[in-house]
């Protein structure tokens, strides 16, 4: 599990961002992972790498399943419990014991 990350800080943090992708990696070893193809958050670009998982079940969001991920948004621990990433089902992988390099942090 990685350091805590900061608070959301309303009206500082950005909601959503287009224009949003990876910026920060860190490395873990013998986590429980998800590789994704085309994953999203929050209105980012499409995300390809490793996250490490909160939970390896997927939650069902508005029809699509969502992976809850460790993960900061802008540097910042998003006001949700964790980012939950969106993924087609054929576009992800789960890893029960990941050791490399996985996505910490999205932003601009």
């Known amino acids: 599990m990685p350091t805590n990350y900061p608070n959301w800080e309303l009206g500082v943090t950005p909601d959503t961002d287009p224009s949003a992708r990876i910026s920060r990696t860190r490395h873990v070893s013998g986590v429980r992972g998800v590789r994704v193809r085309g994953a999203t958050y929050r209105g980012s ?3 390809d790498g490793v996250f490490e998982l909160v ?18 948004w802008f540097g910042v621990k998003p006001f949700t419990k964790y980012p939950r990433i969106s993924v087609s089902q054929d576009a992800c992988e789960l890893i029960p014991s990941y050791s490399g ?6 932003s601009s």
Do not use: F, L
């Open 45 to 47: 670009q499409p995300i």
């Open 55 to 72: 939970d390896s079940r997927p939650q069902q969001v508005n029809g699509e399943e969502r992976y809850e991920v460790y993960c900061a």
């Open 101 to 106: 390099e996985v996505i910490d942090n999205i």
